[in-house]
């Protein structure tokens, strides 16, 4: 049986996520019993969701287990099968986590899903087709509710979600201005992404003045939000929301190393009568098949053609993951296997 190298959660962060908190060991893929399936991973997804679950604290999922491989989405092929619906070399998504190869009850409703790679690449599957792209979807679609002509704003711009929601945005005709850290991610998606103009909130050093840049790039005040930061971006976009504006609240990546995040200006939900709604795209899996079309038509055409930050080798996962919650990442953030 092949050697699998894996990458456990060894103790949970005090504050700030370390690479101490990780640890790799290797140990012999099992025997495959009947219903099970192989599966070699070429690449491994890395999700800002992840930090959350290294807690061990409320949430809207149980936490990461103690010295269990870390969870996490992965790409890859069958490489031995005991189940029918499997054959070897067929290519596969499913929640193989932070190794190299995983055993799969392929039975299990949602366990392993067959992929077609012949007008997709397969890693997009964790990134513009897969759970990225269907988060910037149902943000967009059932919680801001675009109309065309609205002016829509999203930060983390140029990251794995916030790159769909730039795409889906343009193709439902809406003014898409980003907010994103640096100038060289700010070009990239105003030039290549396709977004009307980016805001650089590195050069701002408080929500007054990024509240300014924001007036400028979105002269006609902003319709829909959709929050991925938390902090000082979403002070300075509250300021700027129209009447009866919608925020679609998807993460707070600002905070997700523990450091508190206020509200400077909540009494703007009242006077701007907005509509604020956080949600967590795996609670709506009704809504996959159609955003998945949408967003597979995008990549297969060339219209989305998102940004990758390929790590390589399991071993590197733990840094790359870490850099990720510090914004070194550019574009989907993946890990390339065996
Ligand atoms: N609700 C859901 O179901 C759901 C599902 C998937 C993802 N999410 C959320 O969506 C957001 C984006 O996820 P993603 O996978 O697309 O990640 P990503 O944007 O590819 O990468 C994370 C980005 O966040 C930005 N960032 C990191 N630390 C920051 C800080 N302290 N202040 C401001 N920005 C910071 C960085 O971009 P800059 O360099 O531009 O700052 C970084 O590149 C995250 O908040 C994630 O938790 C939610």
Redesign the pocket.
């Known amino acids: 049986m092949p050697l699998n190298h894996q990458i456990l959660l060894d103790n949970r962060p005090l504050g700030e996520a370390v690479a101490s908190n990780f640890k790799l060991v290797s140990q012999p893929t099992p025997a495959l019993q009947d219903g099970q399936v192989l599966v070699r991973h070429h690449y491994l997804s890395?999700?800002?969701?992840m930090?959350?679950r290294m807690n061990d604290t409320k949430s809207y999922t149980a936490p990461q287990p103690l010295g269990e491989v870390m969870l996490g989405g992965t790409v890859g092929e069958v490489a031995e099968s005991r189940h029918p619906a499997f054959a070897v070399g067929d290519k596969v998504v499913g929640m193989g986590g932070w190794q190299d190869y995983s055993v799969v009850n392929a039975s299990e409703p949602g366990a392993l899903r067959k992929v077609d790679t012949s007008h997709i690449p397969l890693q997009a599957y964790l990134?513009a087709v897969g759970?990225?792209g269907v988060?910037?979807w149902?943000?967009l679609v059932k919680i801001i509710e675009p109309r065309a002509g609205d002016t829509l704003v999203v930060?983390?711009?140029?990251?794995?979600?916030?790159?769909?929601f730039g795409a889906l945005a343009k193709a439902r005709g809406c003014r898409v201005v980003g907010?994103?850290?640096?100038p060289d991610?700010c070009a990239y998606a105003v030039n290549e992404l396709g977004f009307d103009a980016c805001i650089d909130?590195?050069q701002h050093l408080d929500a007054a003045s990024l509240s300014k840049a924001l007036k400028e790039a979105c002269p006609s005040g902003i319709d829909g939000y959709f929050?991925?930061?938390?902090?000082m971006?979403l002070d300075a976009v509250m300021t700027r929301m129209n009447a009866f504006g919608r925020i679609a609240?998807?993460?707070?990546?600002?905070?997700?190393?523990g450091?508190p995040l206020p509200m400077s200006y909540p009494a703007l939900i009242l006077v701007s009568r907005l509509k604020v709604q956080?949600?967590?795209?795996?609670?709506h899996l009704e809504v996959w098949p159609e955003a998945l079309k949408e967003l597979g038509m995008l990549v297969a055409t060339g219209q989305l053609r998102p940004r990758e930050s390929i790590a390589q080798g399991l071993a590197a996962a733990p840094e790359a993951f870490l850099g990720?919650?510090?914004?070194?990442?550019?574009?989907?953030?993946l890990v390339q296997l065996c």
Do not use: H, W
């Not at 930060?155 to 769909?164: E, I, K, L, P, W």
């Not at 929050?227 to 902090?231: D, F, L, R, Y």
């Open positions: 890395l999700d800002p969701y930090r959350g990134g759970m990225p988060t910037a149902y943000g930060s983390a711009a140029t990251g794995a979600v916030g790159s769909a907010i994103a850290g640096g991610k909130y590195k929050e991925n930061v938390g902090g971006v609240v998807c993460g707070m990546i600002a905070g997700y190393n450091a956080g949600f967590i795209v795996t609670e990720l919650l510090k914004g070194k990442n550019f574009g989907k953030q």
